[in-house]
C-alpha cells in the first residue's frame, strides 16, 4: 500500500556559509520530526561534507536524509543533486571539489562554513569558498551525476538569478532532469501560469531553507511504499503508482 | 554598419565557420543571463557575453541577433560552434573585457548615427 510522505529536498547546513550556525544536524532531524517532515534532502552549496553527521543520528529518527549538494555550475546555474548513499556523495563531492576555484572564503564577510558531528560540535571549517561557481558546465554536471546514478533537479527555477531559466533561457534539450523545483516565492498554480513549457516535468517545492523555521515551508509530499531511494526515485519518474503531490 | 567593419574595429576573431558574416548591425546588448537577453535585445543587435553554453545559439536565432562576441578569451563549448553553424549566427571571440567592447562598440555606433 501506498503511503503519503511529506519531503522537503533542498535544506542547508552551518556549512553553507549563508545559513545560520543553527542548522545544524540534531536541530534539522527535530524540526523535521516537528513539521512531521519524512523526507529531507541536505544540500550545502558545492559541498556534501556535512551530510555523514545526519546518515550517523537519522536512525534516532523516522527520517529518510538524503545525501546532496546544490551545485553551481560555470553558468552560474545552482543545481540539486542526489545520491543513494554517503560513498556516491562523496564520490560526486570529489569531482566538485577538483573544480572548485582556489579561493579563501572571507567568514566576515559571507560566514562561517562549519563542519560538524550531528550534535553540532564543530570539527573544523572548510576554508575553501563554498558560494561561488565551480569550472563544471550544466553538460559535465549531467553526464557525471548521471554515471553516478545521482538525482538532478534544476534549483528554484524561478527565481531570477541562479537558476537554470535565468542562466540559459529554458533547460537545454540534452539534460535529462528526474524533476524541477520552484521557490516558496511563487505557488504551484502561479509558477503553471509563468512556466508553461514546464508542464512535463515532476515538480517539486523546497523550503531552501538557511535558517530552522524556514523549514516550516513543506508542502512536496510523495505517494511511495516505503521510506527509500529507490521509492523516491520511481515517485519523480511517475512509475508504477508512485507520485508526488504539491499541496498549496 | 555593416558586421565585418565591426569586426575590424574591435579586432574580433571569427570562431564560426560557413556563418554570414554580411549582416547590418544597429546596436548592441550585453548580458549573461539568457533570460534577460530574450526580453530585452533586438533585432540586428550584436549581443557582447561570456556565457558560452549552446543555448545562446537558440536565443540569438530566435531574436534575429546580427552575432554573438564572446568576451575575455573564454572558452567556447565545441557544440556551441556546431550549433551556430547550423542556425548561421556568426560568434566571435575577443580577450577584451565586456566592458572595453561595450565601451568601444558604443562610441563607433554613435559616431555613425550622428
Known amino acids: 500500500m501506498y503511503s503519503e510522505y511529506p519531503a522537503d529536498f533542498h535544506i542547508h547546513t552551518c556549512l553553507s556559509p549563508c545559513a545560520e550556525d543553527e542548522m545544524i544536524p540534531v536541530n534539522i532531524l527535530n524540526m523535521a520530526k516537528l513539521i512531521g517532515t519524512r523526507i529531507i534532502g541536505i544540500c550545502d552549496h558545492n559541498s556534501a561534507a556535512n551530510v555523514k553527521p545526519f546518515l550517523e543520528i537519522a536512525s534516532e529518527y523516522e527520517i529518510l536524509v538524503l545525501p546532496g549538494m546544490e551545485v553551481q555550475s560555470a553558468e552560474e546555474v545552482h543545481m540539486l543533486c542526489f545520491f543513494e548513499n554517503l560513498s556516491g556523495a562523496l564520490e560526486w563531492q570529489e569531482y566538485v571539489y577538483q573544480h572548485l576555484p582556489q579561493i579563501d572564503n572571507n567568514p566576515r564577510y559571507f560566514g562561517h562554513q562549519w ?56 533547460i537545454p534539450e540534452n539534460i535529462k532532469v528526474d524533476a524541477i523545483e520552484f521557490s516558496k516565492a511563487i505557488s504551484e498554480n502561479e509558477f503553471r501560469k509563468a512556466f508553461p513549457h514546464m508542464a512535463k516535468h515532476t515538480f517539486i517545492t523546497s523550503s531552501d531553507a538557511h535558517r530552522l523555521q524556514e523549514m516550516i515551508y513543506q508542502k512536496t509530499f510523495l505517494h511511495i511504499k516505503s521510506l527509500n531511494f529507490n521509492e523516491i526515485v520511481l515517485a519523480l519518474k511517475g512509475l508504477e503508482g508512485r507520485k508526488v503531490l504539491i499541496k498549496d | 554598419m555593416k558586421l565585418d567593419e565591426v569586426q575590424d574595429l574591435l579586432n574580433l576573431k571569427l570562431v564560426t565557420k560557413k556563418t554570414n558574416i554580411d549582416r547590418e548591425v544597429q546596436g548592441g546588448y550585453a548580458s549573461d543571463l539568457l533570460s534577460c537577453v530574450m526580453a530585452h535585445a533586438k533585432e540586428n543587435e550584436v549581443w557582447i557575453t561570456i556565457q558560452s553554453h549552446k543555448n545562446i545559439v537558440a536565443v540569438a536565432s530566435l531574436l534575429n541577433l546580427s552575432a554573438i562576441i564572446i568576451a575575455e578569451d573564454v572558452t567556447i563549448d565545441e557544440n556551441t560552434l556546431i550549433k551556430a553553424e547550423e542556425e548561421n549566427i556568426p560568434i566571435y571571440s575577443s580577450d577584451k573585457s565586456i566592458y572595453e567592447l561595450c565601451g568601444i562598440l558604443y562610441n563607433i555606433l554613435s559616431r555613425e548615427s550622428k
Not at chain 1, 565551480?134 to 553538460?139: H, Q, V
Not at chain 1, 549531467?142 to 546514478?149: D, G, S
Request: aromatic share 8%; glycine share 8%.
Open chain 1, 115 to 170: 563542519l560538524v558531528d550531528g550534535k553540532g560540535n564543530v570539527l573544523g571549517e572548510e576554508k575553501r569558498m563554498l558560494l561561488t561557481s565551480t569550472k563544471l558546465t550544466i553538460d559535465q554536471i549531467y553526464k557525471k551525476v548521471y554515471e553516478l546514478n545521482g538525482l538532478l533537479i534544476p534549483a528554484h527555477v524561478d527565481k531570477k538569478h541562479y537558476s537554470i531559466v535565468s542562466q540559459l533561457g529554458f
